[in-house]
């Protein structure tokens, strides 16, 4: 795998952009409030548009904005009043500043351009989400009740259909940034009982297995480097991915080697097995090539931080709506009681990774 790499590998960045060379939909799939992620998606939007890929679809942002997205990126300033409220309609609980900065990067791009240059363009990809009517448990468990958060369908559906809309049908490449989990093609993702532990399906309508079915081998997952849910599910501690055999791999690399994108799929990585992770158990023979196409790893787990919550970004006016628009039912979490400071607390913590990540090395 060292040999393979020092022929192969390249800057997360500088690999990225070259597999739209013969892929159209380039998937990047992160954990998730990571702020490195976050950073590479900023640093990407100038070598995309270099490359004549012109679009990146994200998942933090509902497709129904996309009109004022489109002004926002198209404005003399950038109004950053706007890119929060975009933001906030997508989910109360995504106010983080790294995540706005992916909006002010692509405007800056754009404010660089004379008047007649195609533009940049972010494409808002999820589903319009109302958790109001989500109180309780069961509530949750409830397909009625579940057709009232998801109005329109659910998210993978409304952002596969994005994607073929705003994108496909104009024959057009993009680079689409989401959690891991919408964002596999080949891979059907376990779905086990909360209650046994038993599994119970295979997934196989995540966004990426939906434009896959369509357009096959010209769609391509790249997977940003972070623990996997454990064989027992997600309530147990997370686990190194690939067995750890990646992390203890990079572990003996100087620092300047680290930092890099590599295929999984037709490589020394892709024969990789995942015992210790719940996604060996999508298939008896289980090996890395099956989850992913390439990926991305930048630093050590141990090193891992968390993007920062935009400041003020729960107050007294806006509280009883954010605690409505939690999709957890659990009492502690959606209680009409909880404070600013401790929705704004939650949100930090969830950030935590020095915390989260403590037993990685």
Same mark, same amino acid.
């Given at each position: 795998?060292?040999?393979?790499?020092?022929?192969?590998?390249?800057?997360?960045? /500088?690999?990225?952009?070259? *597999?739209?060379?013969?892929?159209?939909?380039?998937?990047? &799939?992160? %954990?998730?409030?990571?702020?490195?992620?976050?950073? $590479?998606?900023?640093?990407?939007? +100038?070598?995309?548009?270099?490359?004549?890929? %012109?679009?990146?679809?994200?998942?933090?942002?509902?497709?129904? !904005?996309?009109?004022?997205?489109? !002004? $926002? $990126?198209?404005? !003399?300033?950038?109004?950053?009043?706007?890119?929060?409220?975009?933001?906030?309609?997508?989910?109360?609980?995504?106010? %983080?500043?790294?995540?706005?900065?992916?909006?002010?990067?692509?405007?800056?791009?754009?404010?660089?351009? +004379?008047?007649?240059?195609?533009?940049?363009?972010?494409?808002?990809?999820?589903?319009?989400?109302?958790?109001?009517?989500?109180?309780?448990?069961?509530?949750?468990?409830?397909? /009625?009740?579940?057709?009232?958060?998801? +109005?329109?369908?659910?998210?993978?559906?409304?952002?596969?259909?994005?994607?073929?809309?705003?994108?496909?049908?104009? *024959?057009?490449?993009?680079?689409?940034?989401?959690?891991?989990?919408?964002?596999?093609?080949?891979?059907?993702?376990?779905?086990?009982?909360?209650?046994?532990?038993?599994?119970?399906?295979?997934?196989?309508?995540?966004? &990426?297995?939906?434009?896959?079915?369509e357009i096959g081998e010209r769609a391509f997952t790249i997977f940003l480097h972070a623990p996997w849910p454990a064989v027992t599910g997600y309530t147990d501690p997370a686990v190194y991915p690939a067995d750890g055999v990646i992390d203890a791999l990079f572990a003996t690399l100087p620092p300047g080697k680290r930092r890099v994108g590599f295929d999984v799929k037709d490589? +020394?990585?892709?024969?990789?097995?995942?015992?210790?992770? $719940?996604?060996?158990?999508?298939? *008896?023979?289980?090996?890395?090539?099956? %989850?992913? !196409?390439?990926?991305?790893?930048?630093?050590?787990?141990?090193?891992? /931080? &968390?993007?920062?919550?935009?400041?003020?970004?729960?107050?007294?006016?806006?509280?009883?709506?954010?605690?409505?628009?939690?999709?957890?039912?659990?009492?502690?979490?959606?209680?009409? /009681?909880?404070?600013?400071?401790?929705?704004?607390?939650?949100?930090?913590?969830?950030?935590?990774?020095?915390?989260?990540?403590?037993?990685?090395?």
């Amino acid at each position: 795998m060292l040999a393979w790499l020092d022929e192969h590998a390249s800057s997360p960045e /500088e690999y990225i952009a070259s *597999k739209f060379v013969d892929h159209d939909i380039v998937f990047l &799939g992160e %954990y998730h409030r990571i702020r490195h992620d976050a950073l $590479l998606v900023q640093n990407l939007i +100038p070598i995309l548009y270099r490359d004549g890929i %012109y679009i990146l679809g994200i998942e933090f942002l509902r497709a129904r !904005d996309q009109p004022d997205v489109d !002004d $926002l $990126l198209a404005g !003399d300033t950038f109004d950053e009043a706007l890119a929060h409220h975009l933001l906030w309609s997508q989910w109360p609980f995504w106010g %983080y500043e790294e995540y706005a900065d992916i909006l002010r990067a692509a405007w800056l791009l754009n404010s660089s351009f +004379p008047p007649e240059a195609r533009r940049f363009r972010v494409v808002g990809l999820n589903a319009v989400m109302d958790w109001s009517h989500v109180w309780t448990k069961e509530a949750r468990a409830d397909p /009625e009740i579940m057709k009232r958060v998801f +109005p329109e369908g659910d998210s993978d559906e409304i952002m596969a259909e994005t994607i073929r809309h705003e994108i496909l049908s104009k *024959k057009e490449k993009a680079l689409i940034y989401s959690g891991i989990n919408h964002a596999y093609t080949r891979f059907q993702q376990p779905i086990l009982n909360e209650a046994t532990g038993e599994l119970v399906t295979l997934n196989s309508t995540r966004m &990426g297995n939906r434009i896959f079915a369509e357009i096959g081998e010209r769609a391509f997952t790249i997977f940003l480097h972070a623990p996997w849910p454990a064989v027992t599910g997600y309530t147990d501690p997370a686990v190194y991915p690939a067995d750890g055999v990646i992390d203890a791999l990079f572990a003996t690399l100087p620092p300047g080697k680290r930092r890099v994108g590599f295929d999984v799929k037709d490589s +020394p990585f892709g024969q990789l097995r995942a015992a210790t992770s $719940l996604w060996a158990r999508a298939a *008896k023979d289980f090996r890395l090539e099956m %989850y992913c !196409d390439g990926w991305i790893y930048q630093m050590p787990l141990s090193r891992y /931080e &968390g993007v920062q919550v935009i400041p003020g970004w729960f107050n007294e006016a806006n509280r009883l709506e954010a605690i409505a628009q939690s999709a957890n039912p659990d009492p502690r979490w959606k209680n009409r /009681e909880r404070t600013v400071e401790q929705l704004m607390d939650g949100m930090a913590s969830d950030t935590d990774f020095k915390r989260r990540f403590a037993r990685f090395h």
